[in-house]
């Protein structure tokens, strides 16, 4: 019998190797595959399985992973969803992750390598990393002004700390709640975000830093900024104003918006035609300064420039080549001239922080799982856009604006502002888009703004009549402090 | 002189028992509930059983296999370990849902670890020689078979996920088929041992195979026929695989007929058609083994789970504690292996498979070395028992073969595979005592023409 047995127990031994060999093409051979499957939710467990670190405004978690009572045990929840939904973006089962929780994914998840410490730790003890803390530089007060005044408008505000570049406010309208696409019912999910994706008014777009509209005479400031950097032009310079500006090489004419002389005998000071939006002027000096130097001084605030904040922003654009007449349109921000709520913010910055163009930033710090900072954000500029006298002397041409001229909405009680209203054409028959940048107190500003509010339709008026406003709230939000 | 080598058990048992704390630790460490507060009652409890059990062979059964014991009880506390890993799962959803805590599955899988530890101590007290179950052949079988059909009976009968294969008598349930198999072995060993000679005659030949004579072929098809039953009317499709697979094996053995297998698996192959074609749970099984993906959301959810759990496991696991073991349905009985897996990874399962290929080897040689007919068909059935449920469970939770409810020995939760396990490693203990020790006519060579004639 013992032969039988023997024979046996080599049939047992093949069963046996069958056994390995089955599971290493589970376990080995095909894991990779069974793992990406769309029914296996364990990768997706693993991430909800841990504690998600929170973004923090000031102290206040604005995202932050509370533990729930089923399989994924934790979920993502926003106080003020729609407030800070162009910071923190989303974090979802079915679409993956935007804004900072996405760019911040590693920090959050615990996973960044500034945890080694703690990730030897866990690699003894065994333990789940726990995610770092992101705090934002957003300012709680500025952030909900912006949102309060765009209420019921579609458009972004952006404001900025000019000396240092922190991001203080990042607000658009329409937004959308975050905690809808960062649920556990992926049928939800897909049906909201279907819903916002059909939405005309695309309120996914995370408009503050990447919807890029034609600025509009708000670029005249950098225009000027050229100006007075080419040393043939002040403040006090004679401009020709008339009620209607000869394109060079073409028949078409531009006018001013009211259709009248910028000023007795169609001359304005350059301050005047700044305060007055005086459009043949600029038109006149874009052509005198050259479409090359307007670029470089564009470019010194930060246009032809993707910058990662890091939420990576759209480029602004100042148009490569243009021929004569498309100098003088886009000298008055129109042509192919194109900027972000963003980029008009840093323009204000700029100008308030003696000419010195700051990297825009929304991480102030990284904290650990114990709240413990492990990194801060230190400000870095990005270029010297201006001659610190020059930005004195455009300080103060903006200021006259708010004073006397167009921007009369931005005023505050007591303190200087300085500001520029825009309204710019999309297109022949589009609706304008109402714009205003300002800074405050003009000596020293706190705060830089930049308001957009698209299809205003409404004349030039509206860059003071709706985004001014909005633009005066945000700086009060911030001087209040 | 043949050595006992019962210190090479009490270390290798003490290893294993080692690697249970070591492993419980590490499951309170990873999971954040910290050290396991009654860490040292399961690990006292552990070695207490333990060391009990070696004791009663070392003075029972000295020259038993040294092996066996600690492999067995390595198994048990992987097992352990994982239950209790399961119950911190549990008990954190639970806690989760503000339901009231569960009852944590590792004591009562403790306490029937303790309870297998004493019969097992009872089978090597009580059972001095092996061949004295010889004598109750037909009653084991008898027995044997009242047990299978057990959970048939009304009131105490019950079924569970569509099988009935459990017994409740007040609140006490358990699988009599766990018992029945041990039961079964003995009487299949016991009888085959008689009727070997008339089985293993020849009439005709067949392409140079020897069948048996046609009245011979009685026993195998009642054997058939008990198996069919048992997956008809209790729709226990392990039990009746097992059965009919441990029978077949056995009459090889005791005949050395290669016929006898032949003729098993064209009855199995006619009866497993038949069963495939004509009842609705068991086309079932075959359909979600031959595509699970197509039903991973019903019927093929739990071998998906199990799947994916292993894939998540990969080469050296997610690690104890760090996995979603809980996933898969029924985790600590029937896919303890598939938890174990990703957990451990696929070196673990490689550790898990080869501990039972050493359990079942040293079986297969207790078998071989032995000394009576009797004895090497007991001991051949009882490994061939183990190496099939092995098989057929880790076969069927990972989809080598179709999906049947079997317990994984010594790693399930659960009493009556625990005893019935520890039982047939009691047994096979006892076998390997008396084939190891020395032979007495070495000590008095003049006795030797008496001593083979006292043989049996």
Redesign the interface.
């Known amino acids: 019998?013992?032969?039988?047995?023997?024979r046996?127990?080599f049939v047992?031994?093949l069963?046996?190797i069958?056994?390995?060999v089955?599971?290493?093409l589970?376990?080995?051979i095909?894991?990779?595959?069974?793992?990406d499957?769309p029914?296996?939710?364990?990768i997706l467990?693993?991430e909800y399985?841990r504690e998600r670190g929170p973004i923090l405004v000031a102290s206040d978690p604005v995202a932050r992973s509370v533990?729930?009572?089923?399989?994924l045990?934790y979920i993502r929840e926003y106080n003020n969803g729609p407030l800070y939904a162009p910071v923190t973006g989303f974090y979802s089962l079915v679409y993956g992750a935007t804004g900072l929780e996405r760019t911040e994914n590693r920090i959050l998840n615990g996973k960044a390598d500034i945890f080694t410490v703690d990730r030897i730790q866990q690699l003894v003890?065994?333990?789940?990393p726990v995610g770092g803390a992101v705090t934002t530089t957003i300012d709680a007060a500025a952030q909900r002004a912006a949102f309060k005044g765009l209420k019921g408008k579609r458009g972004a505000v952006v404001a900025i700390e000019p000396a240092t570049g922190r991001i203080l406010a990042s607000v658009q309208m329409p937004s959308f709640d975050p905690n809808r696409l960062s649920s556990h019912d992926p049928a939800d999910i897909r049906e909201y975000y279907a819903e916002l994706e059909a939405d005309p008014q695309k309120p996914l777009l995370n408009r503050p830093v990447v919807s890029l509209n034609p600025p509009g005479s708000t670029f005249k400031v950098v225009t000027a900024a050229a100006a007075l950097a080419s040393g043939r032009f002040t403040a006090d310079s004679i401009l020709p104003g008339p009620k209607a500006y000869q394109l060079p090489n073409s028949t078409k004419k531009l006018r001013n918006w009211n259709g009248r002389e910028c000023g007795p005998g169609g001359k304005v000071t350059l301050e005047q035609a700044l305060a007055i939006s005086c459009n043949t002027a600029f038109a006149w000096l874009g052509n005198e300064l050259g479409a090359s130097a307007i670029r470089k001084q564009a470019d010194a605030f930060g246009f032809d420039h993707s910058f990662e904040i890091p939420l990576r922003a759209a480029t602004s654009l100042f148009p490569a080549d243009p021929d004569a007449p498309q100098t003088a349109l886009s000298a008055i921000g129109q042509f192919d001239v194109r900027a972000t709520a963003l980029q008009m913010a840093m323009v204000a910055a700029a100008i308030g922080n003696s000419g010195r163009t700051m990297n825009p930033y929304l991480v102030q710090e990284i904290r650990g799982p114990d709240l413990s900072i492990l990194q801060t954000t230190e400000p870095t500029q990005y270029a010297d856009a201006m001659k610190p006298s020059d930005s004195l002397s455009l300080t103060d041409m903006m200021v006259n604006v708010v004073q006397n001229g167009t921007g009369t909405n931005a005023q505050i009680s007591g303190v200087r502002v300085a500001g520029k209203t825009g309204t710019a054409q999309t297109g022949n028959d589009s609706p304008s888009v109402a714009w205003f940048i300002s800074f405050a107190p003009a000596a020293a500003p706190k705060v830089a703004v930049a308001v957009v509010i698209e299809e205003s339709g409404a004349p030039e008026v509206s860059g003071n009549g709706l985004a001014a406003p909005i633009a005066k709230a945000v700086m009060e939000a911030v001087l209040r402090r | 002189m043949t050595k006992k080598r019962r210190n090479t058990e009490l270390v290798l048992l003490i290893f294993a028992w080692l690697l249970g704390v070591l492993g419980t630790l590490?499951v309170g460490?990873?999971t954040?509930e910290g050290t396991p507060p009654r860490l040292w009652i399961t690990a006292g409890a552990v070695a207490v059983v333990a060391l009990v059990m070696h004791t009663v062979v070392r003075i029972r059964a000295p020259y038993a296999d040294p092996i066996m014991l600690p492999v067995g009880t390595l198994l048990t506390n992987l097992g352990l370990i994982m239950i209790y890993r399961l119950d911190v799962a549990d008990a954190r959803?639970a806690q989760?849902?503000?339901s009231p805590a569960p009852t944590p599955d590792v004591y009562s899988q403790l306490t029937w670890f303790a309870i297998a530890g004493i019969l097992f101590c009872a089978v090597l007290i009580l059972l001095r020689d092996h061949r004295r179950l010889q004598r109750y052949t037909f009653t084991f079988g008898l027995i044997g078979l009242i047990l299978m059909v057990l959970p048939l009976a009304p009131i105490i009968g019950t079924t569970v996920n569509g099988a009935t294969l459990w017994v409740r008598v007040g609140g006490f349930q358990f699988q009599p088929a766990e018992i029945a198999k041990i039961l079964i072995t003995i009487f299949f060993a016991g009888y085959l041992v008689k009727t070997r000679d008339s089985l293993a005659l020849v009439r005709t030949k067949v392409l140079g195979v020897g069948l048996p004579r046609p009245k011979d072929l009685g026993p195998i098809v009642v054997a058939w026929f008990i198996s069919l039953g048992v997956l008809i009317f209790q729709r226990d499709l392990g039990t009746s695989l097992l059965f009919f697979g441990l029978f077949v094996?056995m009459l090889?053995?005791?005949t050395?007929r290669r016929s006898w297998l032949i003729i098993g698996f064209v009855l199995f192959v006619g009866g497993a058609y038949f069963a495939y074609s004509n009842f609705a749970h068991v086309e079932a099984r075959v359909t979600v083994w031959l595509d699970p993906?197509t039903y991973?959301?019903t019927t093929g959810y739990q071998i998906?789970q199990s799947?994916?759990?292993?894939?998540?496991?990969?080469?050296l696991g997610a690690?104890?504690?760090?996995?979603?073991p809980n996933?898969v349905p029924f985790a600590s009985t029937d896919f303890i292996v598939s938890a174990l897996?990703e957990e451990l990874?696929?070196t673990g399962?490689?550790a898990i498979?080869m501990l039972y290929?050493l359990l079942?080897?040293r079986g297969?040689r207790a078998?071989?070395t032995c000394r009576d007919?009797f004895g090497?068909?007991l001991a051949?059935g009882l490994s061939?028992t183990l190496?099939l449920q092995v098989?057929v469970i880790?076969?069927g939770v990972?989809?080598?073969i179709p999906l049947t409810g079997l317990t994984t020995p010594f790693l399930s939760y659960g009493g009556s595979s625990l005893i019935a396990n520890w039982v047939i490693v009691a047994l096979l203990l006892r076998i390997s005592d008396r084939s190891r020790r020395p032979d007495t006519s070495q000590i008095s060579p003049d006795d030797a023409m008496t001593q083979v004639v006292s043989r049996v």
Do not use: C, K, P
């Open positions: 019998m013992s032969r039988q047995i023997r046996l127990s047992f031994g069963l046996l069958a056994l390995l089955n599971v290493t589970i376990q080995v095909n894991a990779r595959d069974y793992r499957r029914g296996n939710q364990r467990l693993a399985d533990e729930t009572g089923n399989t045990t003890s065994g333990r789940q | 590490q460490w990873a954040g959803r989760l849902n503000d094996s090889y053995v005791a050395q993906w991973s959301d998906v799947l994916y759990g292993l894939a998540n496991g990969g080469i690690g104890l504690g760090q996995g979603f996933l897996g990874g696929i399962v490689f498979l290929a079942i080897e297969f078998a071989i007919g090497q068909l051949a061939i190496a098989f880790i076969g990972t989809g080598l």
